[in-house]
């Protein structure tokens, strides 16, 4: 048989390039080279059905952490290594420090089972349709990776620290974490659950936009001296056969059109545009 890319893998790099189609490939490989074929390597062909078990996936021009998450979330993945790092199967892919020559920070490295039900696996492995993990959706803490933890830090920044944004938890986003706690009077454990995130959002809120010091119809009493828009609106609404030309100013002729429109309303002609003769112009009571 010839020599060939597990079936599983194939779906893999197929899903990648269909969700970045113009990414980066110059990394990418699966074939082992000379250094590979004097050692043992998920990249040398099996001896039995010539199968490629181990795929690199170059890391620029796409989501490497999401691409990570979904690789260790399927069945026929055995271990993936990523920027020092290993998330191995045999140890429940937690992540662990990866000491080999090779730091694998330019490419991602995914090795399948050379069981024959999982490398010719054809479930699909989530990439196109993923969604990148939003902060709140899980508790973070040191070791943690992913856009979550990117949008921690992009967060964290805006408040005035000054973290790498690599969508790594390390040690220093970690103490931003305890610092903010502190000050927000939070158990300063340096994990960020729902508390946490409770407060960063609070915190990193936008500002309300100042309020109009323009008052709007319905929204105050309004007499003869005010002034404003809802002045002119009732000089407008009233006409100007009533109350002369919508000047804004609330004058003695505007006062004689309310009173002529109170009067024809039926209510207290006491020249005062307050509740009352606010509903009876339809307009909402905003006070």
């Not at 079936?7 to 000379?34: C, F, M, N, Y």
């Not at 936009?209 to 007499?223: C, E, F, H, L």
Request: proline share 6%; glycine share 10%.
């Amino acid at each position: 048989m010839a020599v060939h890319l597990a079936g599983a893998l194939k779906i893999l790099r197929t899903e990648v390039d269909q969700r970045w189609p113009h990414r980066d490939r110059t990394s990418d490989g699966w074939i082992g080279d000379a250094a590979h074929q004097g050692r043992r390597s998920d990249h040398n062909p099996d001896a039995d059905d010539s199968s490629v078990n181990a795929l690199d996936i170059d890391k620029d021009g796409i989501d490497p952490l999401l691409v990570v998450r979904r690789c260790i979330e399927h069945p026929s993945t055995e271990y993936v290594i990523f920027d020092r790092t290993i998330w191995s199967r045999s140890r429940g892919f937690h992540p662990a420090r990866y000491t080999g020559s090779n730091p694998h920070d330019k490419h991602i490295h995914v090795s399948v089972s050379h069981e024959p039900s999982r490398e010719d696996s054809t479930r699909a492995w989530g990439i196109v349709t993923s969604t990148a993990s939003k902060l709140g959706d899980r508790t973070l803490r040191s070791g943690s990776r992913g856009s979550d933890v990117r949008e921690l830090q992009t967060v964290a920044n805006k408040l005035g620290a000054r973290l790498t944004v690599d969508g790594v938890f390390g040690a220093k986003t970690q103490a931003w974490v305890r610092a903010f706690q502190q000050k927000r009077k939070l158990i300063a454990d340096g994990v960020v659950g729902p508390k946490t995130v409770a407060a960063l959002r609070a915190a990193s809120k936008p500002a309300p936009p100042p309020k109009s010091a323009q008052p709007r119809p319905g929204t105050r009493t309004v007499r003869r001296g005010s002034s404003g828009p809802d002045v002119a609106f009732i000089q407008r609404f009233i006409g100007e056969r009533q109350c002369g030309k919508p000047t804004g100013t609330f004058n003695a002729r505007t006062e004689a059109g309310v009173r002529w429109y109170q009067r024809l309303q039926g209510v207290a002609d006491d020249g005062v545009v307050g509740r009352i003769t606010w509903t009876r112009m339809r307009v909402t009571i905003g006070y």
